[in-house]
Nanobody, 114 residues
Framework: QVQLVESGGGLVQPGGSLRLSCATSRSDFRFNTVGWYRQTPGKQRELVAH???????FYADSVKGRFTISRDNVKNTLYLQMNSLKPEDTAVYYC????????WGQGTRVTVSS
């Protein structure tokens, strides 16, 4: 049963922007801390941004000031607005609970390259 569906990735030039979305069918979405993770080949998934159920947000130093996480608890959707993208942001991006306990979705690939 697919519960997390990420979308919005693509190829973008350095300095560009993308908006990722994560739709879920989970009825408990609004009660959980949720976040965006990313993974590159040979590395563990890293948490880049997360949001508490109450709305507080937290970011990894590498994306602070460039990425913005938000959520729509009516649509059961999590978003990640990514601005001023850098080649090192290239990765597959996933959403999940923090800490992650839900089944992973397929992710969405972001490639930052000129």
């Amino acid at each position: 049963q697919v519960q997390l569906v990420e979308s919005g990735g693509g190829l973008v030039q350095p300095g560009g922007s993308l908006r990722l979305s994560c739709a879920t069918s989970r009825s408990d979405f609004r009660f959980n801390t949720v976040g965006w993770y990313r993974q590159t080949p040979g590395k563990q998934r890293e948490l880049v941004a997360h949001m508490l159920s109450g709305g507080s947000t937290f970011y990894a130093d590498s994306v602070k000031g460039r990425f913005t996480i938000s959520r729509d608890n009516v649509k059961n959707t999590l978003y990640l607005q990514m601005n001023s993208l850098k080649p090192e942001d290239t990765a597959v991006y996933y959403c999940n609970r923090v800490p992650f306990t839900w089944s992973w979705g397929q992710g969405t690939r972001v490639t930052v390259s000129s």
